[in-house]
Every structure is written in structure tokens, then in C-alpha cells.
């Protein structure tokens, strides 16, 4: 009896020795991506509060000035710091072949073809 529960017991128990495989380059990327994005999403939410209390704050000012009563001087904290626009850590990291830019940045006026020769190109004489 003991046997069987020993062997049941090592049954069950062996999945949970199991080696897992290392994450694959894709993944750690991903969560890569979703760790700055949660990041940048905190210091947005952290923004908007800072900006929510100063607008409160100045409301109560108003208020209190409306009626009459002592208005208490403003204690000063940190100015609300706006975080920008999102920007990807990964895609700022690859170079530019690797992020799909293959295009100089300039907008094209003209072809970027032309009849002249190398020969006419380094002396400067066009037809």
C-alpha cells in the first residue's frame, strides 16, 4: 500500500520538476514593449492627476475668495511634468533598415534616375 502512494505521489509530483525551454527573442521583446508601455501609461496617468488636483485646488481658491473667507497661500509642490508621446524602446533601438524606413527622409521632387553619365556627374557638365 505504501508503494502505490509512494508511486502515485511520484507521478503526480514529476511535471513539477520539468525544465521549462528559455523564452524565445520575439517574447522577451514583447515584454519588453508592454513593461515601457505600462510604464509610460503610469507616468501619463501621474499627469493627469497632477493636473486634476491643481485645477481642484484652484477651484477651492476661487471658491473661497467668492465667499469672502481667508484664501490660505498655495504650498509649493513640483510642476506636472508631461511625459510626451509614446515611444517605443524597441523600435528606437533597431536600425533604420530593420525598422522599414528604406527611404531617405527628404521629399522627392525629382527622380532620383538621370541620364548623365558618372563621368558628367563628377564634372558637373549636364546635357
Not at 522577451?28 to 513593461?35: G, I, M, S
Not at 511634468?81 to 515611444?87: H, L, Q, T
Amino acid at each position: 500500500m505504501r508503494i502505490a502512494a509512494a508511486l502515485i505521489a511520484a507521478f503526480v509530483a514529476a511535471p513539477g520538476f520539468a525544465k521549462l525551454p528559455p523564452p524565445s527573442e520575439q517574447s522577451v521583446v514583447q515584454a519588453a514593449e508592454t513593461a515601457a508601455k505600462g510604464a509610460w501609461n503610469d507616468r501619463v496617468a501621474q499627469y493627469r492627476l497632477c493636473l486634476a488636483m491643481e485645477r481642484v485646488a484652484d477651484g477651492y481658491r476661487t471658491s473661497l475668495a467668492a465667499a469672502g473667507k481667508d484664501v490660505p497661500p498655495p504650498v509649493a509642490t513640483a510642476p506636472c511634468a508631461d511625459p510626451g508621446p509614446y515611444v517605443s524602446p524597441v523600435a528606437a533601438s533597431r536600425p533604420l533598415e530593420a525598422a522599414g524606413a528604406h527611404s531617405p527622409p527628404e521629399v522627392a521632387v525629382a527622380p532620383p534616375n538621370t541620364k548623365a553619365t558618372a563621368a558628367e556627374l563628377s564634372t558637373g557638365a549636364r546635357k
